[in-house]
């Protein structure tokens, strides 16, 4: 069974530009979950999608946006770059919204903000 | 709202040597708690989770925790550790009811095992 994959793995964008990140959960999960890891912050719950409805989310600024398709299937979005935006991105799936189940994390996306 | 303290931001050991990676939630609703590994540019893998009944959990690669309710807390334990467990680990709760699949982290714990 193939894991979550995240595209693109590697991106560098410059102050003020707007990003899309994509994540392809394992077959049969329907939740994905969004994360950011830096070092100063560590992992932060950006937010969660259940069957293509956005069921949890952090607390970051509405620069952040994310969706679901009818495939499970997610991408995140971030408008108007800022330098502290530079970070790992992970997402994750899990079968059910519920957390008692696993979830299986992808490699990740590295952004670069100059 | 939940938060989680891995006290030790880093943690030496000799090979073969017994570990324990500290691990302190706070929580006011019930939660469950996850212990998971990151090697180097990796995503994060499970390594165990404490849901409820037996507070002695044991997970992959010879790693095992155990749930206090009273101190709060889920350490981590390997009683003979490899150069291949070299990483970081991550404490993490999600709540019982009405959380999904959120996941609150700790800071983390990078282990660093030595010949």
């Known amino acids: 069974k193939a894991g979550v994959t995240q595209t693109p793995r590697y991106l560098i964008k410059t102050r003020g530009q707007q990003v899309t990140l994509s994540c392809s959960p394992i077959s049969g999960h329907r939740s994905v979950s969004w994360y950011q890891q830096t070092p100063g912050q560590g992992l932060q719950f950006l937010f969660e999608?259940?069957?293509?409805?956005?069921?949890n989310k952090g607390n970051f600024p509405g620069r952040f946006s994310g969706r679901q398709f009818s495939n499970s299937r997610s991408e995140m979005n971030v408008s108007t770059l800022e330098l502290g935006d530079s970070a790992l991105y992970l997402c994750?799936?899990?079968?059910?919204?519920?957390?008692?189940?696993?979830?299986?994390f992808g490699p990740g996306t590295r952004l670069t903000v100059l | 709202a939940q938060s989680v303290t891995q006290l030790d931001s880093q943690v030496p050991v000799f090979e073969e040597a017994p570990v324990e990676l500290r691990c302190n939630y706070s929580?006011?609703?019930?939660?469950?708690l996850f212990w998971y590994v990151q090697y180097p540019n990796q995503g994060l893998q499970l390594l165990l989770k404490y849901l409820s009944g037996s507070t002695l959990v044991k997970g992959i690669n010879g790693f095992e925790a155990e749930f206090n309710k009273s101190q709060t807390s889920f350490h981590l334990r390997k009683p003979s550790v490899h150069i291949s467990d070299t990483a970081e680990y991550f404490c993490a709760v999600s709540a019982v009811t009405g959380g999904g699949n959120k996941l609150t982290f700790g800071t983390g714990t990078q282990l660093k095992v030595e010949l």
């Open positions: 994750a799936s899990s079968l059910e919204w519920d957390g008692s189940n696993e979830q299986f």
């Open positions: 999608y259940f069957s293509e409805t956005q069921r």
């Open positions: 929580s006011s609703v019930s939660v469950y």
